[in-house]
């Protein structure tokens, strides 16, 4: 079992910048593959970044460039830097370990 905590989130102005983090307990050698999520209101959950145990890295198209996903080297948090925010960025972010421990959210809204 893998037990996630996200942390991090708040109102930020267009343009600025957050830090998410998400710190994890338990079985933590067995993680493969980190990813933050997010889910706006009315729609559905949308992958935003992976970081995979080898260290690659993916981003979904709108956040490439803004959003940069790490992991310390502990491998015990995780974390997801956002700059360039935009209003379309305010979500509900999750924290996921292989896609099946999830975190309770935390809130990003932007505003413009």
């Known amino acids: 079992q893998v037990q996630v905590v996200e942390s991090g989130g708040g109102l930020v102005q267009a343009g600025g910048s957050l830090r998410l983090s998400c710190a994890a307990s338990?079985?933590?050698?067995?993680?493969?593959?980190w990813g933050w999520y997010r889910q706006a209101p009315g729609k559905q959950r949308e992958l935003v970044a992976t970081?995979?145990?080898?260290?690659?890295?993916t981003y979904a198209d709108s956040v490439k460039g803004r959003f940069a996903i790490s992991r310390d080297s502990t491998r015990t948090t995780m974390y997801l830097q956002m700059n360039s925010l935009k209003p379309e960025d305010t979500a509900v972010y999750y924290c996921?370990?292989?896609?099946?421990?999830w975190g309770q959210g935390t809130q990003v809204t932007v505003s413009s």
């Open positions: 338990g079985s933590i050698f067995s993680i493969y593959v």
């Open positions: 996921g370990a292989n896609r099946a421990y």
């Open positions: 970081i995979a145990s080898g260290g690659t890295t």
